[in-house]
Nanobody, 115 residues
Framework: QVQLVESGGGLVQAGGSLRLSCAAD????????MAWYRQAPGKQRELVAR???????TYADSVKGRFTVSRDNAKNTVYLQMNSLKPEDTGVYYC?????????WGQGTQVTVSS
């Protein structure tokens, strides 16, 4: 079992920045990967960024060049730095951890970008 707690969401104007944090109660280096997803109202949850234990990153095309996923192993925390935010980035952002063949999700944090 892995418990994840997201924080850092909020209301920001278009062009602004936010940094989301996802704190795990387990050593994140023991996990296969951690990822950020988001879900906008009326839409399906989509992958935003993923970071494997080996350091490989994957980004959705819509956020490439604007968002950066990183981690601090000492704090068992993964971050999502979001710059140049757009109204279409609005949604609930979820942290996900993969351990073997099991996925664990956080409760989500709301990000709202006003135009």
């Amino acid at each position: 079992q892995v418990q994840l707690v997201e924080s850092g969401g909020g209301l920001v104007q278009a062009g602004g920045s936010l940094r989301l944090s996802c704190a795990a109660d387990k050593t994140i280096s023991s996990l296969n990967a951690m990822a950020w997803y988001r879900q906008a109202p009326g839409k399906q949850r989509e992958l935003v960024a993923r970071l494997t234990t080996g350091g490989t990153t994957t980004y959705a095309d819509s956020v490439k060049g604007r968002f950066t996923v990183s981690r601090d192993n000492a704090k068992n925390t993964v971050y999502l730095q979001m710059n140049s935010l757009k109204p279409e980035d609005t949604g609930v952002y979820y942290c996900k951890a993969d351990k073997l063949f099991v996925a664990y999700w956080g409760q989500g944090t709301q990000v709202t970008v006003s135009s």
